[in-house]
């Protein structure tokens, strides 16, 4: 069996290195990627520290319900792609095809509720610049928050759309057992970058949609 | 040929049914406590259940628990960029008085 020496690249002595290398690389492109999505962040704080009533009012208008939910989806469908990377690092391959289908099934699913979400906002008329109806004193403020949210959102759902298609290449390539015990790269940095899909959801959570909830 | 050294052995199911129920109660104790009036704690404890949750997820879904060492000191590493970045900016603009804007 030469799996690993025909899918090892020149500059590595063995495919331990070799992994532990595109870990690595992986783990650094992760950490550039928290940072990209950590500018809005700032930027959220700046504005909130600025206007804490209209990023409470703000929050108020957003669904919580359906955040909820979105983001026990998200959780769950993070357990599922960490089982299927068990799965295949096991020698299993067809559960771990199916679970990579639900992974992207609830990735998909986060999508079109948030596609719901933003068409409620439109017709509530809460997009600024495209449709913005508030009145009031915290209605220009508010459309701070309404930016950020469409920034850091739409950003994150750009990531969720990049990971489908990227768990779906993987399921793919799972099924042609193309990966197995001791090759499974590319599964497992799919699967790290999933959770940091994952993980950025649990940050924009509390901050869109749990501001301002009490009383 | 040497079989190449694997990865430790993966983490067990009843591990990962485990962390995302754990994920799931801490979700639904972060809504509960939103909807409570506990003024700046709801902010605190809101922030805080994220990075437990974040922690739980890199510890066992992304296996930092058990990871090699290079990847942890990564990991940490982002994170401590992004307290750079929110850190400063905020300890500037909360160290400034606000100017009226002139319009």
Partial sequence: MSTDTTMLAQQFDDAAQQRDASALGMWVFLATEALFLGVLFAGYTVCRVRFPEAFAAGSRHTDMLLGTIETAVLLTSSCAVALALRDVQLGGRRIAVWLLLLTAALGLGFLVMHGFEYYSEYREGLMPGIHYTQQGPLAAPMQLFFCLYYFITGFHSLHVGIGVILLLVMARRTHRAQFNAQYCTPLELSALYWHLVDIVWIFVYPLVYLVGRAG | ?103
């Fill in chain 2, 1 to 103: 040929m040497n079989p190449s050294p694997q990865p430790a052995t993966p983490p067990s199911l009843r591990l990962h049914l485990i962390v995302l129920a754990a994920l799931l109660a801490l979700l639904l104790t972060s809504a509960g406590l939103a909807l409570l009036p506990l003024g700046v704690f709801n902010t605190l404890s809101a922030l805080g259940i994220s990075v437990a949750k974040t922690l739980l997820v890199m510890a066992f879904f992304m296996r930092l628990r058990r990871g090699p060492p290079l990847l942890r000191i990564a990991a940490a590493v982002g994170f401590a960029w992004l307290a750079v970045l929110i850190g400063m900016t905020v300890a500037d603009v909360l160290t400034r008085v606000v100017l009226p804007s002139p319009w």
